[in-house]
């Protein structure tokens, strides 16, 4: 059964470094996404992502973070400048282009978790 | 904000249904109702989805009420390994999924 699979599933590094989580989603699926969840707290949206630009971001998402799809098969999150309130679990996921009647099924990879120290 | 209302947590039986509740009363005529579940914070997991009638897959069962405004999530046969937390999500404009708080079911021998 074709999945999302990240790389690392563990990243540690130091406040003030930048680090890219990678991603490869599921072969034919069309729309790519990032949430990320803290340790405790619900799965939060970060950014979503199809035909090679940004369709939606949310309030977490800014000019600390960066999305590419540098060939056909992966897709990264860029974190510029880590903080330590970025580290949490970040998920990537795929989907099918979305259907007009709003059916978006989201498929998850495992995680990359992120320890800034 | 998420458009649902789940139970913080449950309890259930090995072997027994599991039945989790969800409200959306807020519903649109267009969304889709979605589940999904998280094993020890691994990635969400897929696991069936609804509009207007009752669905089942090899996971799970969906019971959506003829007024579309709750649904309940049936596992027929719930095992250890079902423990999770279990996300009851509506669409909501965009793409984007909005993940609530869920309800946590421990499935106990």
């Known amino acids: 059964e074709p999945e999302v699979t990240q790389t690392p599933s563990h990243q540690v590094t130091q406040m003030g470094q930048e680090v890219i989580l990678r991603c490869v989603p599921i072969s034919n699926h069309l729309y790519f996404y990032w949430y990320r969840q803290i340790l405790g707290q619900k799965v939060e949206f970060l950014v979503s992502?199809?035909?090679?630009?940004?369709?939606?971001k949310s309030e977490i998402f800014d000019d600390q973070f960066s999305v590419e799809r540098p060939d056909g098969s992966n897709f990264t999150l860029k974190i510029r400048s880590t903080k330590l309130e970025d580290s949490a679990m970040y998920f990537c996921?795929?989907?099918?282009?979305?259907?007009?009647?709003?059916?978006?099924?989201?498929?998850f990879g495992a995680g990359t978790r992120l320890s800034v120290l | 904000d998420a458009k649902t209302t789940q139970p913080p947590s449950m309890d259930c039986a090995e072997g027994r249904a599991a039945n989790l509740p969800c409200n959306h009363s807020t519903i649109s005529g267009n969304e889709y109702v979605y589940w999904y579940r998280q094993i020890h914070s691994q990635g969400p997991q897929y696991i069936i989805h609804g509009l207007k009638n009752n669905e089942t897959n090899e996971m799970a069962s969906l019971i959506i009420t003829e007024d579309r405004k709750s649904s309940t999530l049936i596992l027929p046969h719930a095992t250890l390994r079902d423990t999770a937390v279990y996300y009851c999500i509506v669409k909501e404009g965009g793409n984007k999924l909005v993940f609530g708080a869920g309800t946590i079911l421990r499935v106990k021998s």
């Open positions: 992502f199809y035909n090679n630009e940004i369709s939606e």
């Open positions: 996921a795929s989907s099918r282009r979305p259907l007009p009647g709003l059916l978006n099924i989201q498929y």
